[in-house]
């Protein structure tokens, strides 16, 4: 195990195999990692003040981009192109960005690029973002699972999905016909599937969790499916017990599927585990849809063609499946913007059809979050991730993108690793991160 604690990479950062992927990853942690400090952008001499509530929609309007590689970079450049508005775009490398928007955020730009979730809630609660909720009455071709994802806790809209990529049960469709299995649908038949797979000579679930944060992903599922979305998101958010029944119950039943699991789990990358999806010796894998970047195009196509997902199975029919994990990048507007009228006729526009595909057009890694993008360009896993994510109530955005980032790597990223070193140790594990929960401040 390499000790280091990572972060989930966003839809930003990855996508999938339309072309060779190899250095897809490696791209985004090349980035350029000195020299610039995020502030502030825009021209000091700007008329305006910083009093929202005015301005002109025809007006130069600001826009902090954290497209910084070339090709997301254009990609972003043509579907602001798209909306015929005057827009000034600042960019900054994105880990910069990221790492420095506590400051940022206190004298943004306009409109600027960020995530959903509790990374636009925790900033919505703090009072440094526009109420966009008139925004999305001209946002139609929005779901309402892409709506509660923009949410805050006021019930106020503060922000506009761009694109996505959901997490879900892959697998290798030649894989199932040879050996005849059925998707499963609930728990139960998720076991029983194991069980054959096990009989098959197959581990059943690939498993990585090199960098701590793969197997949060399995938290959060098991937790939608066990406690229902609006639970996940209160323990998220520092307002459930992590000693709660309701907790164990979703280590308890995580725990039933460990013997299915590749040995060593906290040893090994998402890479390597996806190798052994595609190689036919583990026969499912919970990732985001990116595990065919682990494919090369050129001399692998018939891997990524070959890989397919299903949703994940039911264990409270309570709740079904009517959540989703799927991290969303998008835009938010400044408490107050110097163009209101502007960031908000931006906003509108980025939230349309034809922005995205703009953005598309130039780069083809991503799944719409509008319902009514161009898809004809989709290979098959983006257009059931259409599908998946378009019908679902509720998207979760991944465990250390609804939680505090900092609580998520150093607590709970490290009693996900506990727990798979020892599965008994249920009970000291939720115990110590209730403990280390109290010295954090939640949104």
Aim: proline share 4%; glycine share 10%; aromatic share 12%.
């Amino acid at each position: 195990m390499t000790g280091k604690i990572e972060k989930s990479p966003s839809p930003s950062e990855v996508g999938f195999s339309l072309m060779s992927r190899r250095t897809l990853l490696a791209s985004a942690a090349a980035v350029a990692a000195g020299g610039v400090v995020l502030a502030a952008c825009g021209d000091d001499e700007d008329e305006g003040g910083s009093g929202g509530g005015g301005g002109d929609a025809g007006g130069e309007v600001t826009f902090g981009s954290n497209y910084s590689d070339e090709k997301p970079k254009a990609a972003m450049q043509a579907a602001i192109d798209s909306a015929g508005l005057n827009v000034k775009v600042n960019t900054v490398d994105h880990n910069t960005y990221q790492e420095n928007f506590n400051t940022y955020v206190q004298q943004p730009d306009d409109v600027m690029c960020w995530f959903a979730g509790y990374r636009m809630r925790a900033f919505a609660g703090k009072g440094v973002l526009g109420d966009i909720s008139d925004v999305w009455g001209n946002l139609p071709d929005m779901s309402e699972g892409f709506k509660n994802a923009a949410t805050g806790l006021d019930g106020k809209q503060y922000f506009v999905p761009f694109y996505f990529y959901p997490w879900a049960i892959h697998y290798r469709k030649s894989l199932f016909e040879e050996k005849g299995y059925a998707i499963p649908n609930n728990w139960a038949e998720l076991l029983e599937l194991c069980e054959k797979m096990v009989a098959d000579g197959i581990t059943p679930f690939a498993a990585a969790n090199d960098g701590g944060w793969p197997q949060m992903g399995m938290f959060d599922m098991i937790n939608l499916r066990t406690n229902g979305y609006d639970f996940h998101v209160s323990l998220m958010g520092g307002k459930e017990s992590w000693t709660d029944d309701k907790v164990k119950q979703v280590f308890t039943n995580w725990g039933t599927i460990l013997d299915y699991y590749q040995p060593d789990v906290n040893g090994r990358t998402w890479q390597d585990a996806a190798t052994a999806l595609g190689n036919k010796e583990a026969g499912m894998y919970l990732l985001g849809t990116f595990v065919t970047s682990n494919f090369d195009a050129e001399t692998q196509q018939d891997i990524i063609d070959d890989i397919d997902f299903f949703a994940f199975p039911i264990i409270d029919p309570v709740h079904g499946k009517d959540a989703v994990e799927a991290p969303i990048d998008g835009f938010m507007m400044a408490k107050s913007p110097k163009n209101e009228a502007g960031a908000k006729a931006l906003l509108t526009a980025l939230g349309g059809a034809a922005a995205i595909d703009a953005f598309l057009a130039v780069d083809p890694s991503s799944v719409a979050a509008n319902s009514k993008a161009k898809t004809d360009g989709y290979n098959a896993l983006q257009q059931k991730s259409a599908e998946l994510v378009g019908s679902a109530k509720y998207i979760a955005q991944f465990l250390d993108r609804d939680t505090d980032p900092d609580f998520a790597a150093k607590v709970v990223g490290k009693a996900i690793q506990d727990f798979l070193a020892d599965p008994s140790s249920i009970d000291t594990v939720l115990s110590t991160v209730e403990e280390q929960k109290q010295t954090y401040t939640f949104e």
